[in-house]
């Protein structure tokens, strides 16, 4: 199913699946180092972090080749990410306490179940973040190429319009996935 997987993408979509091919060897690379380090006893938070950044520096620089799209997805993205954390750690500090004793996957009783969780769905939501920013920052700089003169508030609307559309489809799919 993997090579299915890797020659499916460079057959379908050429170089872009070249590109696909090398962010996910890299960003699968950068994993086992992310767990190496976590299991000889790097603080997982830190981890957890280093991982987000990377995982997402590696993804929009292989599969965006514009410069100015690359830094706006990119800035989106970490932006988001920070964001999303802030609101997670609002929730749960005004929520009672989770119980987390029926986990019985979590092997590591030095990392508490909580940030497990909360560092999991960080990591979660990053491909669903990278996709709407890369999808946004793309219809923009379309717009731009087409129409030079559009206006601020022609633009903001067009992009809010494709930011709308793609979130839809996104929050579904981490609903489910984390259903």
Do not use: H
């Amino acid at each position: 199913l993997f090579s299915i997987l890797l020659f499916g993408a460079a057959a379908v979509a050429g170089r872009r699946g070249l590109s696909f091919i090398l962010a996910f060897l890299l960003n699968t690379a950068v994993l086992v180092t992310g767990i190496i380090c976590s299991e000889a006893g790097a603080p997982f938070v830190l981890v957890t972090v280093l991982l987000i950044l990377v995982f997402g520096s590696i993804s929009i620089f292989c599969c965006l080749s514009d410069r100015a799209q690359r830094r706006m997805a990119l800035t989106d993205t970490f932006l988001s990410v920070a964001i999303l954390a802030l609101l997670e750690g609002d929730v749960l500090l005004v929520t009672p306490p989770m119980d987390y004793t029926l986990q019985n996957y979590i092997r590591s009783a030095r990392i508490d179940p909580g940030v497990y969780f909360t560092c999991g769905t960080l990591i979660g939501s990053l491909g669903a973040i990278m996709d709407v920013a890369a999808s946004v920052t793309g219809g923009a700089a379309e717009l731009l190429r087409r129409d030079p003169e559009i206006g601020d508030a022609a633009l903001q609307e067009a992009l809010r319009r494709i930011g709308q559309d793609v979130l839809g489809t996104m929050i579904n799919v981490l609903f489910y996935t984390y259903l």
